[in-house]
């Protein structure tokens, strides 16, 4: 008779544990970066740690969930949930903010947030369907892309200040925001065509 597979619940419990940071963000913002004055160095330092923490985790559950042995249907489904959640809040934030709208349209997140909507319905068919629907190289690199851009904004905000407006760095930064956009939008696309191919 088979061993029994032991499965541990600490690499759900890191994922679930990013939740934690979207509270404490939205706060952060609506408490201190809604005024009309420019909010101080710490501010932007303090959302960067926060989300860079919140992202840094997701490589660790990852890691635990393979090294004890603990991959589940569960953690494949909640992961990128998480993830979705933590860094769509920031973008929500950083374009209904005035000192941040300029660099993350609000066209661009709704966009983000429609494609996300569907691929994560998708993803719970797929899942009941037994069809693999686990992360593609273009899914991981608009996840990437998308966790730089906010990195990159907070990071030149925290530094620079208010006189990173008037610096080529918001260029940049800018367009990393569309290149995330354009990636998120693309890798949709081809989820849904191997879902398709996969159901056909």
Request: hydrophobic content about 55%.
């Amino acid at each position: 008779m088979a061993e029994k597979r032991e499965v541990s619940p600490l690499p759900n419990i890191v994922s679930m544990s990013r939740l934690g940071a979207v509270p404490i963000l939205t706060i952060i913002f609506v408490c201190w970066g809604s005024g009309n004055i420019f909010p101080e160095s710490w501010f932007w330092w303090t959302a960067l740690s926060i989300f860079s923490i919140g992202m840094a985790t997701d490589a660790l559950d990852g890691y635990l969930a393979r090294k004890l042995d603990s991959v589940t249907v569960f953690g494949r489904m909640i992961d990128p949930l998480i993830d979705k959640i933590l860094i769509q809040t920031m973008l929500i934030l950083l374009a209904s903010s005035t000192w941040t709208s300029t660099l993350v349209p609000v066209w661009a997140v709704i966009l983000i947030l429609a494609r996300e909507v569907l691929i994560t319905g998708l993803r719970g068919f797929a899942e009941v369907q037994k069809i693999d629907f686990s992360a593609s190289n273009l899914g991981k690199g608009k996840t990437m892309s998308q966790t730089i851009a906010i990195i990159m904004i907070l990071g030149g905000l925290a530094v620079h200040g208010s006189s990173m407006a008037e610096m080529v760095y918001a260029d940049i930064c800018f367009w990393m925001v569309m290149i995330a956009t354009t990636l998120t939008l693309i890798s949709g696309l081809d989820y849904i065509v191997k879902l398709r191919k996969a159901v056909a």
